[in-house]
């Protein structure tokens, strides 16, 4: 069976930092395109970052640039994202998902994915 699990959300303080974990099961997740996404309660789900197969190919959105790194690593089935300078607009349930192929190209729009992870709750406490 094909899954992602997303671990490393909690509870953070304005500045603060969090890395998020994607690990894949029942796949090699380096054949795969991955995308970062979250979710405000009341808001549309929003592409924040995603990574290519090859490496070449990674996109954020406006909004973390700068703050946020998202990366790979093969050997451990897992793609990470390293959130930085945390805010309270970055509160949400944030999502990975896959594509197969997607060697050069991945995509900030949720509908170019394959399947998707349970998410994982961020909260920026104020």
């Known amino acids: 069976q094909l899954q992602l699990v997303e671990s490393g959300g909690g509870l953070v303080q304005p500045g603060g930092s969090l890395r998020l974990s994607c690990a894949a099961s029942g796949f090699t997740l380096d054949y795969y395109a991955i995308g970062w996404f979250r979710q405000a309660p009341g808001k549309e789900r929003e592409g924040v970052a995603c990574?290519?197969?090859?490496?070449?190919?990674?996109y954020y959105v406006d909004s973390v640039k700068g703050r946020f790194t998202i990366s790979r690593d093969n050997a451990k089935n897992t793609v990470y994202l390293q959130m930085n300078s945390l805010k309270p607009e970055d509160t949400a349930a944030y999502y990975c998902?896959?594509?197969?192929?997607?060697?050069?190209?991945?995509?900030?729009?949720?509908?170019?994915?394959?399947?998707w992870g349970q998410g994982t709750q961020v909260t920026g406490s104020s």
């Open positions: 990574i290519s197969r090859s490496d070449r190919n990674i």
């Open positions: 998902a896959a594509r197969s192929g997607g060697y050069y190209t991945c995509s900030g729009g949720g509908d170019w994915y394959d399947f």
